[in-house]
């Protein structure tokens, strides 16, 4: 920390009244410093700005939105920062409802729709504007401008959104004073719920959740574009893992977890999920996200990451790699089932089927191959119906994916898992094995491994498209492919 913001204390006195605590700091302000800091400062207002690229399909999005709840004021926030410690907060990412509705990211911000007579909505966003410099707000507070960096002005922001925007500061007070019915999503701003609070019933704010969920089903060019995206960046974070592996060898999981972080920040926003990074029986574990164990030559790597692009849509990708380059006999004859079983998933996903077909297909597969393997008593139906191959499958073969990485969570049952696919939906396939380490129901040399394959699919008008096909998946083109990289 540099010597002058070392924290002090001193004491209050008339000519130096303390104005402010900022951070552990005491400011002692001036009037004089207080009246030369209202000055001097260009104009820095941007006119004439473009729409930002989804204008149009954000406001497609709130056109529908609008159509599903005539007559009501619907209020979307953007999320709160969250603290880490203390006084330092994790990085802010917008809820997924705000961030699809508007193309916005801001914290603290909020749409709102409010019903206008003769039917439809009048869409505003509310957010905070630009720091008042003659307040001294932009230097002493902590939300200013001068510690926090510039935003856009309220008139920038309806430039670009193309929504007419308010002062957030006034928003609780609006919604406390407003008539009619009102739903919130929940679980983003207390402050925005808590003026609400004699307004709206979980019931009925649950059931805006749930269709914003299903409005994802479906993505718009734009969306499609944005996963396009993430895959490509995605693919070239797996290829940096790739060269740096002899380093992981020499120290440990988290320098893969890193590499691809690396990449995620500097083409993307982020990681849409933390990265699992899992050598040798870590495969196994489902969730390995601590990434803190040894990267041993012979081993496999099993490694689930995904970058999440600037507007916030995210891959989903698993490649199970060979860490010295080359599958050992057995680990091949495990990785080719997945990858049978995986083909045989991806083979399911079209228009018209079923949306557990591409799940009930790749289980087919793997059953088959524990029966083959001696693991587990035939026949395959018998093995199937009592769901004994889970032992080993232990998860879903896939989930939809977009903004959030299991996106659409919230859609009910007969809208996503008992649906059929569609021209738009994107999902990913994603079977797996895994042979936990102390499980003594498969012979010795089979425990520790675990293997997933996972891409991401989007379905098109006559089949589908493998949006992560850059990565190699077959067995002899992963050995190739690494075998170049390594060069
Ligand atoms: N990375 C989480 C999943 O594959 O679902
Ligand atoms: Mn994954
Ligand atoms: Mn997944």
Known sequence: ???????????????????????????????????????????????????????????????????????????????????????????????????????DQTQDGVLVLEPVKGGGHQATIYLLPRSNRENGEFWLDGQGELWVGRRNSLSEAEQLLGIPAEDVRELPGALKDATGPVRVVRGHDAGIEAALTDKVTAERDEELRVYLSEARLVKDAFEVSELQKACDATARGFEDVVRVLDKAEATSERYIEGTFFLRARVEGNDIGYGSICAAGPHATTLHWVRNDGPVRSGDLLLLDAGVETNELYTADVTRTLPINGRYTELQRKIYDAVYEAQEAGIAAVKPGAAYRDFHDAAQRVLAEKLVEWGLVEGPVERVLDLGLQRRWTLHGTGHMLGMDVHDCAAARTEAYVDTTLEPGMCLTVEPGLYFQADDLTVPEEYRGIGVRIEDDILVTEDGNRNLSDSLPRRADEVEAWMAGLKG
């Open 1 to 103: 920390m540099a010597e002058e913001l070392t924290p002090e204390t001193p004491e209050e006195t008339e000519d130096q009244p303390i104005k402010q605590r900022k951070n552990g700091l005491y400011q002692g302000v001036s009037d004089e410093l207080a009246e030369n800091m209202k000055s001097g400062w260009a104009d820095t207002e941007l006119r004439g700005l473009a729409p930002i690229a989804q204008a149009e399909h954000t406001a497609a999005r709130r056109a529908a939105l609008s159509a599903r709840f005539p007559g009501e004021r619907l209020v979307v926030p953007a999320g709160n920062l969250k603290t880490r410690s203390n006084d330092t907060e994790y990085s802010f990412r917008a809820s997924t409802e705000y961030a699809y509705l508007t193309g």
